[in-house]
């Protein structure tokens, strides 16, 4: 399956990543030499064998904390870092016509 | 007075705690380290000297009431720039994150202030902790002090590269497939990666969250084993840290190793393998044979699938962990007229060229129409791959073979090529993708003078078996600093 150039733009589309135009067919060709490599996978025995979710050797999982209120992040630190805020929220352009 | 940071992170909280120095020289001596060793090695992208003396004037004065202090009492800890501090920025190596200051500290970094440490500053990385060089630093490499014209490592290229200087006696790094145990031996520090889930990642930077943890570097064995018994342990905030006994792996380091049965696994020693590396390793498995342990070929057959399935694996992880980086929260944004350009262009801005590579390889792989192909079959793969480590610890106690198949390569010698650099973390990504402890620990120099690492796989949950074979290693390769 080797990676065209189309693939490269639908998943930058995807991962809402701009790419410049310069950029793309050197990825495609990046990600290509990737895939192919990876494609190896595909020769195991993989019958009947359950995929891993976290390393297998993990201890009991979702050990929930008791759902207890507690102080969280102010409102004032959450909005400390953010690029542009207006209203006491973060600001961002329009997105929905009114 | 710069001599209080060769001692060990064990010896100098001895000294701090005693007060035969306070822990305000402590800080001046790191400080005026860093002014001599990061103009040239730029291990530190950031110091955080008002802070670092606040602290450690608050250790003293502590002492002086009377109190007892901390095990890391004065010991200054280089944290990795993915750490989360209120007390400087935090980067991740990366421009989208430039000046951004968290809210909040790491849970890592709120244990080591309360064990009395010190924190000089953060250490650059490869951005996101995608890379093995530090060449992917939005900010430039970091040298090796060993060999400036050559790689620390990576990604926590600039927390080993602190420690192998004695900036600083410890740090903390964070490895997701090698990241703190191919830079230790390429550094000749100790490098820990713990078990998944004995330490909590509320506050690291995720890159891909069901392989990263954090862990520690130091000079010596002991020195790690202190600071990871500071860290360690269950966090309300993190719902994949483990609930154990608190660990006292500093008194495991004292464990008799006779009897130990020590698994060398054969895929670990053939093509690929430098020589010097393959020598130097089978000194230091015959180091602890000759402390009483037994070593036994075994198998570990999926080996050779590691590299594939690690790297689609942590790719999709990664593309869904940094689609937080959207321009609106936090770090940089690149205005456009409209949101889904907002996203774009802050996104292309803010990324360095790898960093995209793996979002798009990442986001294929989790794409309609090769999922099953790819995301799925490397699941099974990696279910795999722990099962040949289940099976090879029925007889074994712990497994040793080469952190890395080379010591630490030239900048520049594998940066054009993805794939070459990727397939240069094959020995340390198996132990990441189960989820087991493995420690990096020096052995003897390569001809060149160049440290080679000696990696030790553990039992789930069984760092002390590591650290008491790291410790009876270091007993016949004693720790070595650069020149």
């Known amino acids: 399956m080797p990676i065209a150039r189309e693939v490269v733009l639908h998943v930058a589309e995807l991962s809402s990543l701009s790419l410049e135009e310069g950029e793309v067919d050197a990825l495609a060709g990046e990600l290509d030499a990737i895939v192919r490599y990876v494609e190896q996978l595909g020769a195991v025995e993989t019958e009947g064998v359950e995929p891993a979710t976290f390393g297998a050797a993990l201890a009991p999982r979702g050990a929930l904390r008791p759902d207890v209120p507690a102080p969280g992040l102010s409102h004032e630190d959450a909005l400390a870092g953010a690029p542009a805020s207006a209203e006491d929220g973060f600001a961002v352009p329009l997105f929905v016509e009114s | ?483």
């Open chain 2, 1 to 483: 007075m710069t001599d209080a940071l060769e001692l060990g992170v064990v010896a100098l909280a001895d000294a701090v705690r005693s007060g035969k120095i306070s822990a305000t020289d402590v800080a001046r001596a790191c400080l005026a380290r860093i002014d001599e060793k990061n103009g040239d090695l730029y291990a530190f992208l950031s110091t955080a000297p008002e802070s670092l003396l606040e602290s450690a004037r608050a250790i003293d004065d502590k002492r002086a009431r009377g109190e007892t202090l901390g095990p890391l009492a004065g010991v200054p800890v280089a944290l990795k720039d993915a750490l989360c501090t209120r007390f400087a920025p935090s980067t991740a190596g990366s421009k989208i994150l430039e000046g951004w200051v968290p809210p909040y500290d790491a849970t890592v970094v709120a244990k080591l202030r309360a064990a009395d440490a010190l924190m000089p500053g953060k250490t650059n990385m490869d951005e996101f902790a995608m890379g093995s060089s530090n060449e992917n630093s939005a900010y430039g490499p970091t040298k090796n002090p060993w060999d400036p014209t050559r790689t620390p490592g990576g990604s926590s290229g600039g927390s080993a590269a602190a420690v192998a200087s004695r900036m600083t006696p410890a740090a903390l790094g964070s490895d997701t497939g090698g990241s703190i145990r191919q830079p230790a031996a390429f550094t000749g520090t100790v490098g820990v990666k713990p078990t998944y889930g004995r330490v909590s990642r509320y506050g690291l930077i995720a890159f891909a969250s069901s392989l990263d943890q954090i862990g520690p570097f130091a000079s010596d064995v002991r020195g790690a084993a202190r600071v990871l018994d500071v860290i360690a342990g269950r966090d309300p905030r993190d719902a994949t840290s483990f609930e154990s006994e608190p660990t006292d792996l500093e008194r495991a380091c004292e464990r008799p190793v006779k009897g130990l049965r020590i698994g060398v696994p054969k895929e670990y020693f053939g093509e690929g393998l430098d020589p010097d590396v393959d020598l130097r390793v089978r000194e230091g498995i015959a180091a602890l044979r000759e402390a009483g342990c037994e070593a036994v070929s075994i198998e570990l057959p999926h080996t050779r699938y590691a590299v594939a399935t690690y790297y689609v694996v942590a790719t999709a992880e990664a593309s869904s962990n940094l689609a937080r980086f959207d321009g609106v929260r936090f770090g940089l944004r690149k205005d456009a007229g409209d949101l889904k350009s907002l996203y774009g262009k802050t996104r292309e801005a803010g990324f360095g060229r790898e960093v995209k590579r793996r979002i798009l390889l990442g986001t294929f792989v989790l794409s309609a129409g090769y999922y099953d192909a790819y995301y799925l079959k490397a699941q099974k793969v990696r279910t795999l791959i722990a099962r040949d480590f289940e099976k090879a610890f029925e007889s074994v106690d712990a497994i040793a073979c080469p952190t890395s198949p080379t010591a630490a390569f030239r900048l520049g010698e594998k940066s054009s090529d993805p794939l070459a650099m990727y397939l240069s973390d094959v020995c340390t990504l198996p132990a990441s993708l189960a989820g087991l402890p493995a420690i990096s620990v020096p052995c003897a120099a390569a001809p060149s003078g160049l440290p080679v690492g000696l990696q030790l796989v553990g039992r789930a949950r069984d760092e002390a078996t590591l650290f008491a074979l790291a410790a009876a290693c270091e007993r016949a390769f004693p720790p070595r600093a650069p020149a």
